[in-house]
């Protein structure tokens, strides 16, 4: 490692700069119009603590189910060499890329009263859409991709040569999978669930389409402070710095996770 | 020993035009010797279960081996790199195989101890990997795959990512731990054949060239290609301490890692390239000065491979051709052979011939 680099062109710091302000000031806007004095009152209201244990909840039922299905998927992505395996690939990500307002009525009309498994559904008597179910639902749904292009990628960079050795030492699929392949690629699975975590904090548009507002059901923080911006602007604020820390709180374990030997 | 031999292998590998057929009987380690890109690799990943032949068939003590998955095959590889498991102890790494074939933790961790000591790191058990120098992480690789009990040993060129003062060492040991094994060595480099391997098969682009006893094969090459990667001088003999005396003639060299003791039956090895031809016995530093008649010329490019034989040993020289025209040599003309002693290396009696002797009955 040397400690001189090639430099780089002055001018480049300038648009540097106003990236990184253009990312900042809002935040701290939003930080001064913090109305300090009833800030406890604000984030400790029935509403406000019902958002924010729901968002905690859910976030973390959407990450389980992500590492559920998703390591199972970035392994089938990462390790299958057949033709059309990267349309594949580009479909099972595309809630990286479609509005998540569009990820919502696509849920409303595949688990919706009316929607595509509705009717069967139905007869089981089950009823998926504006419950809680549905928030966990649209949170993994916007989440998966976020888990499985981490794990994907961390899987092709570990490649194959130690899953070789395993099983030439006589080390069943299962074995190798279990003992070699996810401890290999634990730091990309935790990166992974952290990214999802965030998300699926963070999500709002496929949650409000397919899971509606009711306060202490499906109404998570996000959507929590969407409402009250109108009524009460004061409490949305003091919701949005609640959500900025959680979020800063989440950035720094993923940041110590990854340093981490 | 038994009739079949453990291992059949015939089969062809389309897509990298590699086709042979091999056999290793029970206990017996084979080198494959060839050039980079030659087809080695590609027939130990066939034998492995990594690759799939076209067309063909291997045997395993008589089973058909098409179709059986890698970890049912019994079938260790030894790559060039050590590849321990990057996230387990060296122990761990070493107990990995018998607890995938469903030893307890205990009893797996009890052998790999063991095998850990048998392969010189015993008190290296509770380091990762990235803790073992090279020469000490494939020291542990050799124990895993060991450790896993396999019908057969496949090394992949095991010394070729390591340091060149830590590589003897290793030869040493992989030349103890495969006496007795069913093995089959890829390498380019004559010695580690010479040192590990009871026979040699010689593989140019996809074919087996030549195939025979290490000692033939690698003293006598038929083909000009397994001269050119194999053609060693060989003499063996008896160790005196400084020289080895052999049928008529006596080789001064150095002793290698594996060090003969006075007395013991050895053999001394030189390229032909460390060999000078000269019509005169000329004064200087260079121990060895051997008289010798030349048997044969045989071009090699620019060069001439001179064939001479001193005592009754066949020798072989390589010389540039202006050389050749320069000295005027013709089959049968007397020469003297010059090799500088630091040139020969010697070692202890190859294991086809080693127990002949034993060491109580040699005298001084």
């Known amino acids: ?261 | 020993m038994t009739g079949t031999p453990r291992l059949v292998y015939d089969a062809t590998v389309a897509a990298r035009d590699v086709t042979l057929r091999l056999e290793v009987a029970e206990g017996e380690t084979v080198a494959l010797l060839g050039p980079n890109g030659a087809g080695k690799s590609t027939v130990l990943g066939v034998i492995a279960g990594l690759l799939a032949p076209s067309s063909g068939r291997v045997e395993l003590d008589g089973r058909d081996l098409a179709g059986v998955p890698p970890h049912r095959r019994e079938v260790a590889l030894l790559a060039q790199e050590p590849l321990l498991f990057p996230h387990l102890s060296a122990l761990e790494n070493v107990a990995f195989g018998p607890r995938s074939r469903g030893d307890g933790r205990s009893a797996a961790r009890t052998g790999a101890r063991e095998w850990l000591d048998r392969v010189g790191v015993g008190d290296l058990a509770r380091r990762r990997p990235h803790q073992l120098s090279g020469g000490q992480a494939q020291r542990v690789a050799v124990a895993r795959a060991l450790a896993a009990e396999p019908r057969l040993l496949l090394l992949d060129e095991p010394m070729a990512a390591l340091d060149v003062d830590v590589a003897p060492a290793l030869r040493h040991l992989l030349r103890g731990v495969l006496a007795g094994r069913t093995a089959i060595v890829v390498t380019h480099d004559a010695l580690d054949a010479l040192l590990l391997a009871d026979r040699v098969a010689v593989v140019e682009a996809g074919r087996i060239v030549e195939q025979g006893p290490t000692t033939d094969v690698l003293s006598r090459p038929r083909s000009a290609f397994a001269a050119r990667i194999a053609g060693l001088n060989l003499v063996s003999g008896r160790w005196d301490g400084s020289a080895v005396r052999g049928d008529g003639i006596a080789v001064s060299g150095l002793p290698s890692d594996d060090p003969p003791a006075p007395g013991e039956d050895a053999v001394a090895v030189f390229s032909p390239t460390a060999v000078s031809v000269f019509r005169d016995p000329p004064g200087g530093s260079p121990r060895n000065a051997l008289a010798a008649t030349v048997t044969e010329l045989e071009p090699l490019g620019d060069r001439f491979r001179v064939r001479a034989t001193a005592g009754a040993i066949p020798l072989q020289a390589e010389v540039t051709a202006a050389a050749v025209a320069e000295l005027a040599l013709v089959p049968g003309d007397p020469v003297n052979l010059i090799v500088k002693a630091t040139e020969v290396s010697v070692h202890g009696a190859l294991r086809a011939s080693s127990g002949a002797l034993p060491a109580d009955t040699v005298g001084p």
């Open chain 1, 1 to 261: 490692m040397t400690s001189r680099t090639v430099a780089l062109p002055r001018w480049l710091y300038v648009p540097a700069a106003l990236g990184g302000a253009f990312v900042l000031l809002p935040l701290v806007a939003m930080v001064t119009r913090v109305d300090w004095s009833g800030f406890g009152d604000l984030i400790t209201s029935d509403s406000a603590r019902d958002a924010l244990w729901l968002s905690l909840r859910t976030a973390a039922c959407s990450t389980v189910l992500c590492v559920v299905l998703g390591v199972p998927m970035a392994a089938v992505l990462a390790r299958t060499d057949v033709r059309g395996i990267g349309l594949v690939r580009s479909l099972v990500l595309l809630p990286l890329v479609i509005p998540p307002v569009v990820s919502g009525i696509a849920l409303l009309y595949t688990f919706g009263r009316r929607g595509l498994l509705g009717h069967t559904l139905d007869v089981l008597g089950i009823e998926v859409a504006f419950t809680t179910a549905a928030v966990v639902m649209a949170q993994t749904f916007v989440s998966l991709p976020f888990l499985v292009i981490s794990l994907e990628g961390a899987m092709r960079t570990a490649g194959q040569r130690y899953e070789v050795v395993a099983a030439t030492l006589g080390a069943a699929p299962s074995t190798v999978f279990r003992r070699v392949t996810l401890p290999l690629v634990l730091p990309g699975l935790l990166s992974g669930a952290v990214l999802a975590f965030a998300r699926s904090l963070g999500e709002f548009g496929a949650t409000i389409t397919f899971a509606g507002s009711l306060q202490g059901t499906t109404a998570t923080l996000p959507i929590q402070i969407y409402l009250e911006r109108v009524t009460d602007p004061d409490a949305a604020v003091a919701l949005s710095l609640v959500l900025v820390v959680v979020a800063v709180l989440v950035i720094g374990v993923a940041r110590t996770g990854r340093s981490a030997p």
